[in-house]
Antibody, heavy 116, light 111 residues
Framework: EVQLVQSGGGLVQPGGSLRLSCAAS????????MSWLRQAPGKGPEWVAN????????YYVGSVKGRFAISRDNAVNSLYLQMNRLRIEDTAVYYC?????????WGQGTLVTVSS | QSALTQPASVSGSLGQSITISCTGT?????????VSWYQQQQPGKAPKLLI????KRPSGVSSRFSASKSGNTASLTISGLQPEDEADYYC??????????FGAGTKLTVL
């Protein structure tokens, strides 16, 4: 059974930083593209970033480029999202997800609230 | 403003069929077969993948869900509407700028 267990998140002031983690099991993590997505209150999902299986390529939505960094450690089957210079509009539930012609498997979600 | 356009709401009676459209451009839906559909039954709960690669239904998804694409528009059809189908539905597509985009979502009401 695929499991994606997230940790991190919480309340942070504008301009602050947070790191999200996602521990994967039940599938070949090192062979899978992985993504972070988010969903702001009352809005639809938004894809944030993804990373190639070997970590050599990363892609981002324009609004987070230069502020967020996706990474992975295949030795411990984990995905990360380092979020810097956070803005109020980054407030959302963040999900890690396995890529496979869409996102068939999602983490449980973690709330990130950016507020002063 | 979302990159993909969906109707805000649709409704149908029990047992009927409905279709939700998702309109993009020649840079996303029109160019790639990386269109997927999601069901979200409650806020805060992760969306569920219903359809991938335009028409493929993952294991465990009811055969009442089907999808297609024509030009820049993708469509999701739900046949034999059931009460548990009442949810928000989202489409998504890969784009030529190497990002993935979603529609704003369609709220389905089962009458």
């Amino acid at each position: 059974e695929v499991q994606l267990v997230q940790s991190g998140g919480g309340l942070v002031q504008p301009g602050g930083s947070l790191r999200l983690s996602c521990a994967a099991s039940g599938f070949t993590f090192a062979g899978s593209w992985m993504s972070w997505l988010r969903q702001a209150p009352g809005k639809g999902p938004e894809w944030v970033a993804n990373v190639k299986p070997d970590g050599s390529e990363t892609y981002y939505v324009g609004s987070v480029k230069g502020r967020f960094a996706i990474s992975r450690d295949n030795a411990v089957n984990s995905l990360y999202l380092q979020m810097n210079r956070l803005r109020i509009e980054d407030t959302a539930v963040y999900y890690c997800a396995r890529d496979d012609s869409g996102w068939p498997d999602w983490g449980q979600g973690t709330l990130v609230t950016v507020s002063s | 403003q979302s990159a993909l356009t969906q109707p805000a709401s649709v409704s149908g009676s029990l047992g009927q069929s409905i279709t939700i459209s998702c309109t993009g451009t020649s840079s996303d839906i029109g160019r790639y077969n990386h269109v997927s559909w999601y069901q979200q039954q409650q806020p805060g709960k992760a969306p569920k993948l219903l359809i991938s690669a335009v028409t493929k239904r993952p294991s465990g998804v009811s055969s009442r869900f089907s999808a297609s694409k024509s030009g820049n528009t993708a469509s999701l059809t739900i046949s034999g509407l059931q009460p548990e189908d009442e949810a928000d539905y989202y489409c998504s597509s890969y784009t030529s700028t190497t990002v993935w985009v979603f529609g704003a979502g369609t709220k389905l009401t089962v009458l």
